[in-house]
């Protein structure tokens, strides 16, 4: 596991859902995510927004999606480039809250600069169609290779 950064991130991961690593924010805003599948620059999960971090009106509460955007975009940046990041930019569009999958890709390499889109999409109701997605989230990630 030393050298393989998706497995360190995934170990990251998992210590934050169990509780071990992180603060109480993170394990509340990733409650219930599932990793169904990993790869290097590539993740998808499923998760049920769970009451924990809905608002007075039962609806998903904007800093918790955000929070839960900025961390499984950090977890994919860490699965591709090795190293923990910094956000040079964070921008996102929401429409809903549902069941949902999530998936988060690196799609460029700017040598110093990673870019990473998370897609937020109702669950089971197929793939790629802009009217199923509820969060569109895009981040820029700065870092140093050492």
């Known amino acids: 596991m030393e050298g393989d950064p998706l497995k360190k991130s995934l170990a990251w991961l998992h210590g934050v859902l169990q509780g071990k690593i992180g603060h109480g924010i993170e394990i509340r805003v990733l409650q219930g995510l599932q990793v169904i599948h990993a ?5 998808q999960f499923g998760f049920i927004v769970p009451n924990v971090v809905s608002d007075v009106d039962g ?12 961390l499984v975009g950090a977890i994919t940046t860490f699965s591709y480039a090795n190293c923990v990041s910094t956000v040079a930019d964070f921008n996102a569009s929401y429409y809903s809250t549902e069941h949902v999958e999530i998936e988060s890709r690196v799609m460029a ?15 089971g109701n197929g793939e790629g169609l802009r009217s199923n997605f509820i969060i569109l989230g895009s981040s820029m990630a700065m870092f140093i290779r050492i």
Do not use: C, P, T, Y
Request: aromatic fraction near 6%; proline fraction near 0%.
């Open 59 to 70: 609806n998903w509460h904007v800093g918790a999606l955000a929070s839960l955007l900025d």
């Open 109 to 123: 390499d700017k040598g110093k600069l990673i870019h990473v889109v998370v897609q937020v999409r109702k669950k």
């Open 39 to 43: 790869e290097r620059g590539f993740m």
